[in-house]
Structure formats: C-alpha cells, structure tokens
C-alpha cells in the first residue's frame, strides 16, 4: 500500500533551518509528485510548494520564496524539504502528500505522511 | 492568488442529519476543487476530487457538486464518524485551501 513515512519531530531556535524527510514506498516513486502542507497549532492547512521526483520540477508558495528548498534521494525514494529563517510562527505540523493525479503537476493528494511537529522556540 | 471561503465555518447537527458545506473561489476555478476530512490528531483524508468524483473507500453518502466558482459538499445521513473539520483545495493554481468547516454533534 502506498506509504509515506517522514522524519521525527524538530525543536529549532529561531533562525535555524530544519530539514524534513519523506519517504515513498508502495508505488512508483517518480510517476507521482510530492506537495507539501503545513498547519499551526489549531489552525488550518496552508501549502508550501510541490516537487516532481520525474523531473526536478518544483513550485513554491510565493510567500515561501527564498527560505525554503525541496529536493530528492531518487535512489532512496524520499523527498526533502528544508525551511530556512524559522520564526516562532513557523512552528507546526508539517505534512508531505502524494500528488494523486501524477508527475507533471500539483492537483489533489490522495495520500499523506504522519506529520512532523516542528517547534520554533529560544 | 485564488481564495477559497467555506460557509459555514461551524456547524452542529445530529446523527442521521443531511448537511451540505460551501466552498467558493475567489476566480473561477471549473472543476479543480477537492474536499478532505479531517479528525483531531489525525492527517487529511481526501474524500472527493475533481468537485464529484468519490475516493475509492468513501461512503456513498459523501457527495459533491459545482463548477466555475461555487461548490459544495453533501453528507446524507450523517453518521457519528463523520463529525470532523471538512477542507476545500483548489488546484486551478497555486493550490490554496479554505479555511475549514468544523461539524460538530448537536
């Protein structure tokens, strides 16, 4: 069955960067595109970017521009997703979601990793 | 950047209750509208894509409809699982979702 398995959770001071992984099994890894999604404590979800392990293809949120990185270990089938300049407010749950229509572009994610907490705090 | 506003934002009904959440974009987005349930401390589940189409594994009594800028999901029949936060996401771009629907039990 498809799988996604990510990273453990994260405490970072404000400034750091943290670094989150994403493991794939259960299915081809470069046929579908990775989203990532993000949700504060009792908040709702907001996206940050999509990235195509077939072609290196990635998007970002506008607002993300700049601080945040996704790349891949094809060989290892894990997406990566590094966010720069933590602030307070960047303190959440981060989700990695199958993209469920394929490679070529972000549309609906039929299936999501666990979350990982990441805590920014001095 | 495309807006999603979902009415209401809370909503308490009954067990056997039919209830119907809206989601509407601030630009037309024909059909890229998908819907997702969501338990407390649980990850997103996707219940429908494409504004219609039912997951494999959803309930039959999950339904969703609209085109261009006004959508809705439809529960007939509400059954205790089914209380949760509800979300819409658009994908005509950047995807963006609603703020959420919280259904809560009378």
């Known amino acids: 069955q498809v799988q996604l398995v990510q990273s453990g959770a994260e405490v970072k001071k404000p400034g750091a960067s943290v670094k989150v992984s994403c493991k794939a099994s259960g299915y081809t890894f470069t046929d579908y595109g990775i989203t990532w999604v993000r949700q504060a404590p009792g908040q709702g979800l907001e996206w940050l970017g999509w990235f195509s392990p077939y072609n290196n293809n990635r998007n970002y949120a506008q607002i993300f521009q700049g601080r945040i990185t996704m790349s891949t270990d094809t060989a290892a089938s894990t997406v990566f997703m590094e966010l720069r300049g933590l602030r307070s407010d960047d303190t959440a749950v981060y989700y990695c979601?199958?993209?469920?229509?394929?490679?070529?572009?972000?549309?609906?994610?039929?299936?999501w990793g666990q979350g990982t907490l990441v805590t920014v705090s001095s | 950047d495309i807006q999603l506003t979902q009415s209401p934002s809370s909503l308490s009904a009954s067990v056997g209750d039919r209830v119907t959440i809206t989601c509407r974009a601030s630009?037309?987005?024909?059909?890229?509208l998908h819907w997702y349930q969501q338990k407390p401390g649980n990850v997103p589940k996707l219940l429908i894509s494409e504004a219609s189409s039912l997951q494999s594994g959803v309930p039959p009594r999950f339904s969703g409809s609209g085109s261009g800028t006004e959508f809705t999901l439809t529960i007939s029949g509400l059954q205790p699982e089914d209380f949760a936060v509800y979300y819409c996401?658009?994908?005509?771009?950047?995807?963006?979702f609603g703020q959420g629907t919280k259904l809560e039990i009378k």
């Open positions: 630009h037309t987005i024909t059909t890229y």
């Open positions: 996401q658009q994908s005509f771009s950047t995807p963006s």
């Open positions: 979601a199958r993209e469920g229509s394929g490679w070529s572009r972000y549309n609906w994610f039929d299936a």
